[in-house]
């Protein structure tokens, strides 16, 4: 039923809409050209007339073009311009400065109104500021290229319009001349005010450098009608630019005024639309992409080199290393056929299917009751999905609105090839492997600490071969740094970012960047440098200052600048210095170039922990400071940090005048198998390897020399004795034997098996004894087998870098399927031995436990040396001497269960990450799992040199094999006193 | 003693067998194997130096051919069945027609240097035979098959007028080189179709003798020769051309002979292969290294003009030339409709020689990457049909650029009456494209063909729109 009603609803609505549509365009025009052949394509926009900001069509006027008037005649553009955070760019909550992560302490605003950001530099002024830099006026001149227009540049701080404020009165109608640096009234009335220029995102090929130039000239009232110069529709009166001063090309319109439909040529934001304020894009696959300047405008490119473009890297016409390797695209959904649009789609626009909220009621499914196709146009919210920006304060509400990888892409249904899908996935963000290298360069430091000839800072980019960006650079790209970031789900996962650090002067206190135009006094005495700057940095005195030499190195050289700024009237000037980090979320590679190697990961040179250049200079010796977070950031308190923020788990690491950042992923939170190894584990390990080893060799040593000893000094020798297992059940007849009788018996020329090295002359009266059963011995060598395997595979896992050709994941499964073959004859054993009763020999019984443990022990640093016999007989019942028992009640009740359980914890990482977590996480499990390997491996070399102890050497690993064991005869001597 | 000396060996199989059981059967290397492609191909045979064997001398080809014969007796039949020696396909109906008629160059036209009536001499250098000379030549005698053009090194062979071999040609060597053809024997017709190098085809040129990976995947890459694909037994080569075959040929190549499930990762792209052939992909562009010629005007031709053999010739007229072809796209189901000679023509519209069949409503159809051949070629005014010059023979255009006489001249080799009135119509001949393969790394994306300005014009090829939004074909 609903199902049938739905599509009903469609074109209910759509003839809603045409019905609205037709209504204005029956209004406007009736002669309507033919149909476009291809129905998706075709511009739906109807025909409309040019208005300007009287409301009149501008062919009678002559004037500017006003978008509100112009759209508003069927848009709400009210509603518009007061959702819209591309337009607001934080004047509605102008004031709350400072309060965000990674903000200034001299921030006035969150938005670009307001925060104040070392790239762009310029600071805008409060009221009331001694020093101004950059007021509302010049702010639009030198925001425009990433501002669409509206809020702060059509209305005051206070919320009034900017044309109402007296000129000259405040900040906000007031503009530094940049010669001589005094303030000069500005009459918003005459400049006009830059209106929400809907042409910027709606209008294909939107001339941008047209408006930007309007915008430089001061004549924002033509910043929108700009935009469509070179459409055919509008040019500049005499090709001059002066305000209002417009030609509209009559051919573009028809009688009654509208423009043709041929002319019409709105709709959905292109993807160059969106990148004429955001980044570089590039859609038009027969041109090779290219470009030799990053500025502003080219913001995303700039900050982190993302490009927006189908085409492939290869195909690009960028002096790119290896290029003709590249054959990925530069974006793999622009590839795809997204644009930004759909995923930055406006929030309420219907065709974005929205699931039902949470707040429905339980039997609600599907709610289909929302806004139709003709509201959504009449009133689109200019609210457009989003992510979270580590630099970006503005609109938090709307933060991660937008569907993140996972809304679309299916984890569960892909990524087979990965182990541990699930703990990948919660600690690695997609971005991490998908983004694994930016092919475009991107800033690394802007060093304003120092001006170059054309007032400009020092600027140095990653990914490129050498300093300067230019036609002709080589780019060779980079690896983003991986931090991790909270997203809102709370779960903190690994992101790549770019870091640009910034050096440059603040002054006063509380502190403020100086601004550019003192700075540029202090440099500069009219065109060329001052003569005291030249004297603090032209180290080869040619009268030129190159990037190298405009580099403060001394204090001499900060002496000199600080004089002069100080002598501009800047109180107390010095150097600061902050890293910033650039999220990256685009670019993004299919499976065959994303990160995929285990190793690239778990390995000592983990891609997790690599570090990035931050800078070739350390300007005044200042190390840039990592923005704070959390309740030590500067204006905590204000509003909760936004989680968008990343933590600083690593350090800034001082490389001569270079610095590099070291991200520390155990800081972070994360045990990296392979890589995060705990160094005082492995040595306590190896100590106790090495302990074990050394232990062993002296004993040997002197065994060897007691025995050496023994045969020489022909000392009494008891009678050799053969058993003779007479009912193959462990029983102890015996009789005398000699060797040659024992030799004829097995047929002559065969060796006796137990004949020993040594003592050669000293035989021990042995018999034989039918000590394991077969299933014991099963599954002794079967434990043997996984034990060892088990060392040897989780080795490789621990430090795979040392076993190149191991194939990681393979052997994590190996280890992984051997640890449960482990438990599994463990469990069986468990159970043979309850069963069958035999547990009760690996129970030591208190009653004289201590005095024959002791005895033990006693035998082994004395008693064995003179060849005494055991203490404690070895029976088929009773095989296990004290010291074995309280040994084996160690390694069988704390060592095993604690490898399974720490081991299964770290196999659950990947199904019960709670569990784990509680238990400690990965960062206390990996390094107790592995000391406790260690332990197993100084038990069993141990164990191994103890077999040997027997009546002859290799009589306890024959009995292990063949399960009959030669043991001393003890015709005197009882079994343990704590035998039953 | 009950102990078994060997209990050992037993207990360790046991042992490794309990923990490698599970091992091999649970944990997975991910390591895949790549495929090797000459595992598809069938393999080389081994092969005889001949040079001892063809110890001449040899007075012509045909001794040659004889000599060829004591061993390979049946070479000569077999070379008569196919194609190369018949210039002929066997009678085929085409649609709206009521009797099958055959097709090839023998008796049917191009729209490049238009027909080999009259023009035997010149254009029977191509034919795998000796002396094709008129209308009269002998296809029974076996000694006329030509051997060397396809298993001699051409650097030591080459063929003249009549497909006799070229003046002063060593056939003592010719013959003692003899081998597997190789891209050079195959290449030194089917890359020179059309009057020179990369005149014809727009996939196939000269470059191909010597490829690198990114000019065709399987030559370049894996060193292919022709004849690793266009196999065959007794000597019917493998292979279909548009241009003459107009049947759905169970010989053709395809790539699926190779290529088998799964062919791509990515399931989306599996799905395009229903409407889409692997070429429309994986030959995102021709005439990649040497331009191929995509119009020919005979109208100019005759005239006293700068000659350039790429954009004028007094024998042939004028011609454009295009580098990296980005192909036409159409359905096509195997099949085509032809042009037959004296079929009537309308000289307003443009005049198919070969039409490929199949629109989207025909399942067996895909979209194919085809070059397109448009020309101006002489034409009757008052009988409306296309004329065939006698351009080449004797007295023919190339000798007095006179095409009246031209005209008559042929009339009895063609049966075509000349009115005495002729003109110049537009003709369009399409070419499949089926070489210069392209890996992944430089096949055409999505974005190609549904981004802006894509490749396909999909109202034209019968979609509501680009069937990523608005649904494939049912």
Known sequence: MRNRRLPLLIVLALIGVALIWGGVARAQDSAQTAPQPTPAAAPIHPVFPLLDDAGDNVLDSGRAISTMTT?????????????????????????????????????????????????????????????????????????????VGGGPATTSRAGEPLVALEPGASVETTIIDPQTGAAQPWDWTQSGVVEINCFLCHWPNANNEARLAALADGRFADAATATLEGSGIVVAADGAAAAGNWDYQAEAFDEAGNLRREYVRVGDPTVANCGACHGVTHNDLGTPLAFDTLTAGDWTTLTTGQVMSPQRIAASGLNLADKATLSRSWDVHMERVLDCTDCHYSLNNPVYYRETGDDAPAHLDFDPRRIDLGEYVYRPLHQFAKGQSAQGALAQDYDETMRRCESCHSVARTHDWLPYKDRHMSAVACEACHTPRLYAPALQSVDWTVLDADGEPV??????????????????GYEPVLLPRTDSDGATRLMPYNLISSWYWVYGDPAKP???????????????????????????????????????????????????LAALG????????????????????????????????????????????????????????????GAGQVGAGLRPAPTSAPTWPGEVIADGSALRYAPDTAAAGLYVLGHNAVDLIDWLGILMVLGVLVGIFVHAGLRFRAARRASRGGSETRPYIQVEDEDGRGGSQT?????????????????????????????????????????????????TAAILLLLFTGLIIHKPDKFGV????????????????????????????????????????????????????????????????????????????????????????????????????????QRWPDVTAALGGLTWLGPLHTLVAWSFAAFIILHVYLTTTGPTPTAGIRAMIGGYEDVEVHETQPAATTAD | MKQFRYLWVIGLVVTALIIAVPVLLFASSGNEASPDPWAYVAP???????????????????????ACLECHETAAQEMMQTTHWTWESEPVLLPGRDEPVTIGKKNQINNFCIGIQGNWTGCTKCHAGYGWSDASYDFSEQTNVDCLVCHADPGLYGKGESGNPAEGADLVAAAGSVRRPTRQNCGSCHFNGGGGNAVKHGDMDESLYYPDETLDVHMGRYDFECVDCHAGDDHQILGHSISVSSEVKASAVACTDCHTEPIHADARITAHTDAIACQTCHIPEGALRHATKVDWDWSTAGQDLPEDPHVYLKIKGNFVYEHDYRPIYGWWNGAADRYIVGDLIDPTQVTNINTPLGDISDATAKIYPFKIHTARQPYDVLNQYLLVPMTAGEGGFWDTFDWDSAFRLNEVNTGLAFSGEYGFAPTQMYWSMDHMVQPKENALQCYDCHGENGR?????????????EWGGRQ
């Open chain 1, 71 to 147: 759209c508003g005649g069927c848009h709400d553009t009210a509603f518009i311009a007061a959702n819209f955070y591309h337009a607001d760019a934080g004047l509605s909550t102008f004031g709350e400065g400072g309060a965000t992560a990674g903000g200034h302490a001299w921030d006035i605003g969150q938005g670009i109104f307001g925060r104040w950001n070392p790239i762009v530099y310029r600071l805008l002024s409060a009221e009331g500021d001694d020093v101004l830099d950059l007021t509302t006026p010049e702010w639009v001149q030198v925001w425009g290229a990433r501002h």
């Open chain 1, 459 to 476: 600027r140095s980019y990653r990914g490129i071969e050498g300093e300067a960006l230019g036609a002709t650079t080589l780019i060779t």
């Open chain 1, 514 to 564: 100086a601004p550019l135009r003192l700075l540029r006094a202090a440099y500069f005495d009219g065109e060329a440098y001052a003569p005291a700057i030249l004297a603090a940095f032209d180290a080869d005195g040619d009268g030129q200052l190159t990037t190298a030499e405009l580099n403060i190195t001394t204090d001499a050289q900060t002496a000199a600048v600080a004089g002069r």
């Open chain 1, 570 to 629: 800047l109180a107390d000037p010095r150097i600061a210095g902050e890293v910033q980090p650039y999220g990256i979320n685009h670019g993004t590679a299919t499976d065959e170039w994303a990160t995929k190697e285990c190793r690239d990961c778990h390995g000592s040179d983990s891609r997790l922990a690599a570090t990035i250049t931050l800078s070739d200079r350390t300007p005044g010796g200042v190390v840039p400071a990592l923005p704070v977070v």
């Open chain 1, 735 to 783: 009789r005398p034997y000699t060797r040659a009788e024992d030799e004829a018996s097995r047929g002559g020329s065969q060796t006796r098996p137990y004949t020993r090295p040594y003592p050669a002359d000293a035989p021990v009266a042995t018999h034989q004894v039918y000590m394991y059963d077969v299933y014991e011995r099963l599954w002794h060598w079967l434990q």
């Open chain 1, 806 to 909: 191991f194939s990681f994941s393979y052997v994590v499964q190996v280890h992984n399927i051997l640890a449960l073959l482990l438990v599994l004859n463990a469990g069986l054993s468990l159970l043979y031995h309850l069963a069958s009763g035999e547990i009760r020999q690996y129970i030591p019984r208190p009653r004289g436990f201590f005095d024959d443990a002791f005895k033990q022990a006693l035998y082994y640093v004395r008693g064995i040396f003179s060849r005494e016999p055991h203490p404690f007989a070895k029976t088929r019942d009773r095989k296990l001497n004290p010291l074995q028992q309280i040994t084996y009640v160690m390694v069988l009740n704390v060592l095993l269960p604690a490898q399974i359980i720490t081991g299964a914890l770290m196999w659950g990482a």
């Open chain 2, 44 to 66: 080389t045979p081994s092969h005889t130096n001949h040079a001892a064997l063809m110890a001449g001398p040899y007075a012509s080809g045909q001794e040659v051919t004889a």
């Open chain 2, 456 to 468: 396909m014009d999909w109202e034209a090829l019968g979609y509501n729109g680009d069937p990523m």
